[in-house]
């Protein structure tokens, strides 16, 4: 794909691109078991606020977040930040209402604030009404939101003032920080690839740099942050055992278990003496001065299975990967920041598909099939699919678009690229 040197005119052309809604996957949703929503609720968020949504949209031709060219996309979004800093960056947005229809000397503010950063031509400062809250005004503040992360609602709420009210000088020490993140994910990635940004709540399926589909994912809490990674993708577990990890079983399990003595049974969870050693009652033992470590906690598959239907395994020294869950409610939400580290995918069949396309063995029919078992069944990958856990909170992708995401676990600044972040409430 050719790179485009980033200007404000390319920009534009970028952000004239962002704002085209992705192809829901509901050829796939058939059911609960794959759905990640419930219908009621499913079409409550579709009318509501959901800044992002889980879609195939490999018709747009859009860049992908990171690809071989992201280097000199990141240095021409650097320069032109330089640039807007050097001129003086851009004047903080006083509050009031603004929204189409609205005229006001608020909404020049808005516009001259647009032009600043690349949103509108210059020539949108003239014309007859240049006060007025336009349609052309709706469409480049749609563009911001979607660069920023916010619900495209084209008018401004309090999310939409703070993102446009922080200084220039952060948005470009932003760009500059994440540039050696930038170019480290990029490293070696193959043709077809996953790429999860956790500050962005979002996963993208690519292919030859271009995104072939997004999901929404949930991510590790601030205390239980997701780790950033490289590997491949191994194997698609269907129907898995959910190992539950020692913190876990201390934090969560455990003090329910205590307070409830059939609660174990209810979530098919077993006990054994070690891995691989042999099952014992959970009541005999003393819970308040045994270790938990000690102790193999294991969730058979099933409607309760914290992983539901489906696991993506990939090799690291973390012990993290991708599943389906059985908590789809939180994809209604726009701060995924729920889990205990691993992400969990929005629409996980359509997501599984694609990982096995091609593979002999393997077709979509078979999916409902199998996880319709509730037998346990690994199926290796056979072609390469190279995954990342990247921690962006500022990218630029090839085909003009500058992005920006808060930092939440704050790690900006700190030089941190790969590995396990430090939990937010300790720091």
């Known amino acids: 794909m050719p790179i485009l040197k980033l200007s404000r ?37 579709n ?6 949504r889980t879609g195939i949209v490999a018709d747009r031709n859009e860049a992908a977040m990171v690809t071989q060219g992201s280097g000199e996309a990141m240095q021409g979004a650097i320069a032109m930040y330089e640039e807007i800093v050097a001129q003086g960056g851009w004047r903080r947005l006083a509050n009031g209402k603004l929204e189409k229809g609205i005229k006001s000397k608020l909404v020049l503010q808005l516009r001259e604030r647009l032009v600043r950063e690349g949103y509108l031509e210059l020539d949108n400062l003239g014309g007859e009404a240049p006060d007025k809250f336009d349609e052309m005004l709706v469409r480049a503040l749609k563009s911001f939101q979607i660069n920023h992360g916010i619900y495209a609602s084209g008018k401004v709420d309090s999310r939409t003032y703070a993102a446009l009210n922080i200084a220039a000088e952060h948005r470009l020490f932003q760009l500059q920080d994440n540039y050696a993140r930038v170019m480290t994910y990029a490293e070696g990635l193959g043709e077809r690839n996953i790429l999860v940004n956790i500050p962005s709540v979002q996963l993208e399926t690519v292919e030859g740099g271009i995104v072939y589909a997004r999901h929404n994912v949930v991510v590790g809490k601030l205390e239980r942050p997701t780790p950033t990674l490289a590997s491949k993708v191994s194997d698609v577990t269907f129907n898995p055992y959910w190992n539950a990890p020692a913190s876990i079983v201390a934090r969560d399990i455990l003090p329910k278990f205590l307070e409830d003595p059939g609660y174990l049974d209810q979530m098919r969870i077993r006990v054994f003496d070690g891995v691989g050693g042999p ?26 299975n914290s992983l539901a239907t489906v696991k993506v395994n990939f090799a690291n ?31 996980v069949r359509p997501f599984v598909d694609w990982i096995l396309a091609g593979q002999d063995g393997f077709d979509e029919a078979q999916f409902e099939m199998i996880t319709a078992s509730e037998e346990t069944f690994p199926m290796p990958v056979k072609s390469a699919v190279d995954v990342r856990f990247m921690y962006l909170t500022a990218w630029a992708t090839e085909d003009g678009r500058v992005n920006f995401r808060p930092d939440i676990y704050k790690l900006d600044g700190t030089g941190f690229i790969y590995g396990q972040p430090e939990p937010v409430a300790e720091m």
């Open 279 to 304: 099952e014992i009652d959970p009541r005999s033992i003393d819970w308040y001065s045994t270790s938990a470590e000690r102790y193999h906690f294991r969730q058979e598959p099933g409607e309760h």
């Open 9 to 45: 005119r390319a920009l534009l052309s970028g952000l004239a691109v962002a704002f085209t809604a992705p192809v829901p996957l509901s050829a796939w949703a058939q059911g609960e078991t794959t759905g990640s929503l419930p219908a009621a609720a499913g079409a409550a968020t």
């Open 317 to 347: 020294k973390h012990m993290v990967y991708m599943h389906d869950t059985n908590h789809r409610e939180l994809f209604a939400l726009n701060a995924r920041f729920e889990s205990s580290g691993c992400v969990r995918v929005d629409q």
């Open 47 to 52: 009318a509501g606020k959901l800044a992002t």
